[in-house]
């Protein structure tokens, strides 16, 4: 198996995307965990596992504090189990900003605070 980077950093509110690759006869399941806690597919969460190369990805949309972790790939079939584990690092924080137009009249828009 294809390890994932030890450590990734992204800025809040950016994406980021593990990727590992495998190969395993037979076809093996899947799984992708943060900091032991299965993470399923979500808006912001993308799960992709191309099985005709093995590749498999993990991408986070719009990254929050709290996706801060160890994030580990275990592969599995009856042959046997791999696994890899990476860890992000957030930086900064998503907040609303404001934007006004006309004074006095305000709009919250997701932003992000560096």
Same mark, same amino acid.
């Given at each position: 198996m294809q390890r994932l980077? %030890? !450590? $990734? *950093?992204? $800025? =809040?509110?950016?994406?980021?995307?593990?990727?590992?690759? !495998?190969?395993?006869t037979p076809t093996p399941t899947v799984k992708w965990f943060k900091d032991e806690e299965e993470v399923r597919a979500t808006e &912001?969460?993308? /799960?992709d596992d191309d099985q005709?190369?093995? #590749? #498999?990805? /993990?991408?986070?949309? $719009?990254? /929050? *504090? =709290? $996706?801060?972790?160890? !994030?580990?790939?275990?592969? *599995?079939n009856r042959e046997g189990v791999a696994s890899t584990t990476g860890y992000l690092s957030?930086?900064?924080?998503? =907040? %609303? &900003?404001?934007?006004?137009?006309?004074p006095g009249d305000c709009t919250l828009i997701q932003g992000c605070l560096q």
């Open positions: 980077r %030890a !450590y $990734d *950093e992204v $800025d =809040a509110g950016g994406t980021v995307t593990f990727t590992a690759q !495998y190969r395993a &912001r969460h993308q /799960l005709s190369n093995g #590749i #498999i990805r /993990l991408t986070i949309c $719009d990254v /929050l *504090e =709290a $996706d801060e972790g160890a !994030y580990k790939c275990k592969v *599995e957030v930086a900064g924080t998503v =907040a %609303a &900003r404001c934007q006004v137009s006309p």
